[in-house]
């Protein structure tokens, strides 16, 4: 029955229109306030969540999960049988082997060359390890010859417009390793091979938009002089984040091929300082964000102690009739705990439904042509939205302990004699 008691001086304290209604408006504007900063909080993070997770997406989707790779320059001999056995190994679920090489190349034979990084793959199964077709914009993954002789390439995007806006059916031309050193020695180029783009690639990843060509690996083999060897091979799991059981020491691909000279590593590794720096923003954004809410819990503080002021004959009766200061406190810590409480749920709903509405329909839309993303890509996480609700909470709380504690230390006589 206390507690009722409590529950209910506490609602018609908030509501009050007496003298100072202007505590009321405050309220509504901390219940706002606080509305407005979970709201923002949840979106932002969720649509963080979505750009971090459509970027792994399409780096794992352009890359695979694990490249197992041989220190020697001259290539892993016996490729084959290194690829039976990676594909034997529980869990894996393709494997494709590579031979890749950095160079330059130009739209014209004697043109402005441009860095690239030529890689050769296998096409009867780079489908079992990488999504490459889903980002072909345009053309196809045709990497065989044509009826002239002339091999197919695959460019990335930034890359075809660095070489002079090519498109798909032209031709580039693309030499063979380079090596600077004996270039500007002999001030002579390595031998030179004509492509012809078959398609034109976009990951949305400007490392690889930008430097990426994809050949056949037995046109790669040949330009390395390296018949019947690879530089390495790409693996797919079923479970891309354990990862580490088979990349570490000791671990699946050791086990398999022994080690040394072998040498493996996952896709975290490979971007660990890129995913570091997005986790880092992440909580960046949540600090700064958090601000809102803690603009309007100072607020709270605000409008309680006015409302202590306004009161203070009020307290005085109550506790001439018996309520304790324990009383007194709880009612004045309910009025905060109501407006925190409010205002979280509505920004909780409006936040998790706008991004629920994003991720479906797709309202906030962006040309495909010019951006990777069609639209704002939105991942809402649970453990978000608690740990935004918690720390609304515990903000909210703390701003109503200051108010409600001076208010409990009201002496009943001197409250009365206040007016």
Same mark, same amino acid.
């Given at each position: 029955?206390?507690?009722?008691?409590?529950?209910?001086?506490?609602?018609?304290?908030?509501?009050?229109?007496?003298?100072?209604?202007?505590?009321?408006?405050?309220?509504?504007?901390?219940?706002?306030?606080?509305?407005?900063?979970?709201?923002?909080?949840?979106?932002?993070?969720?649509?963080?969540?979505?750009?971090?997770?459509?970027?792994?997406?399409?780096?794992?989707?352009?890359?695979?999960?694990?490249?197992?790779?041989?220190?020697?320059?001259?290539?892993?001999?016996?490729?084959?049988?290194?690829?039976?056995?990676?594909?034997?190994?529980?869990?894996?679920?393709?494997?494709?082997?590579?031979?890749?090489?950095?160079?330059?190349?130009?739209?014209?034979?004697?043109?402005?060359?441009?860095?690239?990084?030529?890689?050769?793959?296998?096409?009867?199964?780079?489908?079992?390890?990488?999504?490459?077709?889903?980002?072909?914009?345009?053309?196809?993954?045709?990497?065989?010859?044509?009826?002239?002789?002339?091999?197919?390439?695959?460019?990335?995007?930034?890359?075809?417009?660095?070489?002079?806006?090519?498109?798909?059916?032209?031709?580039?031309?693309?030499?063979?390793?380079?090596?600077?050193?004996?270039?500007?020695?002999?001030?002579?180029?390595?031998?030179?091979?004509?492509?012809?783009?078959?398609?034109?690639?976009?990951?949305?990843?400007?490392?690889?938009?930008?430097?990426?060509?994809?050949?056949?690996? @037995?046109?790669?083999?040949?330009? &390395?002089?390296?018949?019947?060897? +690879?530089?390495? #091979? !790409?693996?797919? /799991?079923?479970? %891309?984040?354990?990862?580490?059981?088979?990349?570490?020491?000791?671990?699946?691909?050791?086990?398999?091929?022994?080690?040394?000279?072998?040498?493996?590593?996952?896709?975290?590794?490979?971007?660990?300082?890129?995913?570091?720096?997005?986790?880092?923003?992440?909580?960046? @954004?949540?600090?700064?964000?958090? &601000?809102?809410?803690?603009?309007? +819990?100072?607020? #709270? !503080?605000?409008? /309680?102690?006015? %409302?202590?002021?306004?009161?203070?004959?009020?307290?005085?009766?109550?506790?001439?009739?018996?309520?304790?200061?324990?009383?007194?406190?709880?009612?004045?810590?309910?009025?905060?705990?109501?407006?925190?409480?409010?205002?979280?749920?509505?920004?909780?709903?409006?936040?998790?439904?706008?991004?629920?509405?994003?991720?479906?329909?797709?309202?906030?839309?962006?040309?495909?042509?010019?951006?990777?993303?069609?639209?704002?890509?939105?991942?809402?996480?649970?453990?978000?939205?608690?740990?935004?609700?918690?720390?609304?909470?515990?903000?909210?709380?703390?701003?109503?302990?200051?108010?409600?504690?001076?208010?409990?230390?009201?002496?009943?006589?001197?409250?009365?004699?206040?007016?």
């Amino acid at each position: 029955m206390l507690r009722k008691f409590e529950h209910f001086i506490a609602f018609r304290y908030l509501l009050t229109r007496k003298k100072t209604g202007f505590i009321s408006l405050i309220s509504v504007i901390s219940i706002l306030g606080i509305a407005v900063g979970v709201g923002a909080l949840i979106i932002v993070l969720s649509l963080m969540n979505g750009f971090t997770k459509e970027l792994r997406t399409r780096l794992v989707g352009m890359d695979g999960h694990i490249w197992v790779s041989y220190p020697l320059d001259r290539g892993m001999p016996n490729y084959k049988k290194v690829e039976k056995t990676l594909g034997g190994i529980n869990g894996v679920t393709g494997v494709s082997s590579f031979c890749s090489f950095e160079s330059v190349a130009a739209a014209q034979q004697r043109g402005r060359p441009v860095y690239v990084i030529v890689r050769g793959i296998d096409e009867t199964t780079i489908d079992s390890v990488s999504d490459i077709r889903n980002f072909i914009s345009l053309g196809s993954l045709d990497i065989s010859k044509d009826e002239e002789g002339i091999p197919g390439v695959i460019i990335g995007s930034y890359l075809s417009r660095s070489l002079n806006n090519a498109m798909v059916g032209e031709y580039i031309y693309i030499y063979g390793r380079v090596d600077m050193e004996t270039m500007f020695e002999d001030m002579t180029l390595p031998p030179v091979k004509k492509f012809r783009i078959t398609g034109i690639f976009n990951s949305g990843y400007y490392d690889y938009d930008s430097a990426v060509a994809l050949i056949d690996i @037995a046109e790669a083999q040949r330009i &390395l002089n390296m018949e019947n060897m +690879a530089s390495g #091979i !790409v693996l797919k /799991l079923d479970n %891309m984040f354990r990862v580490d059981h088979y990349t570490r020491e000791n671990g699946l691909i050791d086990q398999a091929l022994g080690g040394t000279p072998f040498f493996s590593e996952n896709w975290i590794e490979k971007n660990q300082i890129l995913f570091r720096w997005m986790k880092l923003e992440k909580w960046a @954004a949540f600090i700064v964000l958090s &601000l809102i809410i803690l603009v309007a +819990a100072f607020n #709270i !503080v605000s409008s /309680l102690i006015m %409302m202590v002021m306004d009161k203070t004959k009020e307290v005085g009766i109550l506790k001439s009739m018996g309520a304790t200061n324990k009383s007194i406190e709880r009612i004045f810590v309910y009025q905060g705990a109501f407006v925190g409480i409010s205002g979280t749920i509505m920004g909780s709903v409006l936040g998790t439904v706008f991004c629920l509405i994003q991720d479906k329909y797709r309202i906030l839309s962006f040309p495909p042509d010019i951006y990777f993303i069609s639209a704002l890509p939105m991942d809402l996480q649970i453990s978000d939205v608690v740990s935004i609700t918690l720390v609304a909470l515990f903000l909210c709380w703390l701003s109503s302990y200051y108010p409600a504690k001076k208010a409990a230390e009201l002496a009943p006589v001197d409250a009365i004699r206040s007016e």
